[in-house]
């Protein structure tokens, strides 16, 4: 079972309480709040969860959801919410539903809540605690590979064991076979080394949302192509700040589309290559991050690895 990591809402009766909100959905005044609050400011859970404080992931949408959203606010008072991302909406759905369906999500996905501890592979109750945010109303991690139960009666394949589920860039790694000591990137809205890093498609959507350089997001290799590098341009797009601004610098009067087009590019590639110079400082021994073979093996995945030029 592979998914989006993506959240929602139900109560016991099986009824949605709210839409689902998506990463980029950032409707969250709790971050400038908590960043003032807690000693260390946005990087105050990171020992714990390994994520920064940030509207991305779903422990501020869970308490914008619990402040904004009467239904969702009055089934927990009530302690009847169901919180989960897609994985458990379809797990509770399999296994019942509202007659006796299954509240579980796999680590994978639990891990993207900030809300969940690394070591423990459990919801870290002092976070919790923190963020005021009920144990009850989530569900059970599991194991990627633990059979969590059958398929309920009612369904076409009922019976089925379920198991084996995977989150988004998770599943992506799985996909691509990685062994121990290999890597792979995956270029779509983001670029994902196991950890989202940066800008990288959305960069592209800018230049064809916003500057209207390209009508499509297919358009940009054969733009950077008219030119042989980026003419001196050098664009960096924002990180983990929401106050954060990217830079586009070097433009001169000679600078054309096709430059910035060339430079945005590059920029994924910088973004990639940064956290992989970080992997082989920390993680593989001697400061090299190889496969059982020795070697450094990049396996690469998304809908812009179309792109001969950026690869």
Not at 114 to 139: F, R, Y
Request: charge should be negative.
């Amino acid at each position: 079972m592979l998914n989006a990591n993506q959240y929602h809402f139900l109560d016991y009766s099986g009824s949605v309480l709210c839409t689902c909100l998506l990463f980029d959905s950032d409707q969250c005044h709790f971050l400038e709040k908590l960043e003032k609050e807690l000693p260390g400011g946005r990087t105050h859970f990171v020992e714990v969860c390994g994520l920064p404080i940030s509207t991305y992931f779903s422990a501020l949408k869970l308490l914008w959801l619990m402040e904004n959203v009467d239904a969702v606010k009055e089934a927990v008072k009530a302690g009847e919410a169901l919180f989960g991302t897609i994985d458990t909406w379809l797990i509770w759905n399999l296994t019942g539903g509202i007659n006796g369906g299954i509240h579980a999500t796999d680590v994978s996905n639990a891990s993207r809540t900030m809300l969940m501890n690394l070591k423990t592979l459990d919801w870290d109750k002092p976070t919790l605690k923190t963020l005021g945010i009920p144990a009850e109303i989530l569900p059970k991690i599991v194991i990627n590979s633990e059979l969590i139960g059958k398929i309920s009666k009612g369904w076409a394949v009922s019976g089925v064991p379920i198991s084996g589920y995977f989150g988004d860039q998770h599943a992506a790694m799985s996909g691509q076979s990685c062994r121990k000591g290999e890597a792979k990137s995956t270029y779509g809205i983001g670029a994902f080394i196991l950890l989202n890093i940066a800008g990288a498609g959305a960069a592209i959507q800018w230049l064809r949302d916003r500057l209207g350089i390209i009508s499509s997001a297919s358009e940009i290799e054969e733009l950077a192509l008219k030119v042989e590098s980026c003419g001196g341009i050098y664009f960096v797009p924002t990180w983990w700040r929401d106050d954060a601004r990217g830079v586009c610098i070097g433009i001169t009067r000679f600078t054309s589309k096709a430059h910035i087009a060339r430079a945005v590019l590059e920029s994924m590639c910088f973004q990639v290559k940064d956290v992989l110079d970080s992997m082989h400082k920390d993680v593989g021994e001697g400061g090299e991050v190889k496969n059982e073979k020795g070697e450094f093996l990049l396996r690469v995945d998304g809908g812009a690895t179309v792109n001969s030029l950026l690869m």
